[in-house]
Nanobody, 114 residues
Framework: QVQLVESGGGLVQPGGSLRLSCTAS????????MGWYRQAPGKERELVAA???????NYADSVKGRFTISRDNAKNTVFLQMNSLKPEDTAVYYC????????WGQGTQVTVSS
């Protein structure tokens, strides 16, 4: 069983930045990959960014060049740095961890609005 605790969401103006954090209850070396998904009202949940145990990253085309996923192994934490935010980035962001099973955080709201 893996618990994921997210933080860092909020309200930001277009062009602003936010950093999301996700801390796992186990060492992230035991996790094959961790990532961030998002779900906007009326839309399906979609992958935003992911990072494997080996450090390979993957991004949705819509966030390439604006978002960066990284991790702090000592703190069992994965970060999502979001820059140049747009209104269409508004969604609930969920942390995901994959071992033999799929685990999800509780979600954190990100709202981009003036």
């Amino acid at each position: 069983q893996v618990q994921l605790v997210e933080s860092g969401g909020g309200l930001v103006q277009p062009g602003g930045s936010l950093r999301l954090s996700c801390t796992a209850s186990i060492t992230i070396f035991s996790i094959n990959s961790m990532g961030w998904y998002r779900q906007a009202p009326g839309k399906e949940r979609e992958l935003v960014a992911a990072i494997t145990k080996g450090g390979i990253t993957n991004y949705a085309d819509s966030v390439k060049g604006r978002f960066t996923i990284s991790r702090d192994n000592a703190k069992n934490t994965v970060f999502l740095q979001m820059n140049s935010l747009k209104p269409e980035d508004t969604a609930v962001y969920y942390c995901n961890a994959v071992t033999l099973y799929n685990y999800w955080g509780q979600g954190t709201q990100v709202t981009v609005s003036s």
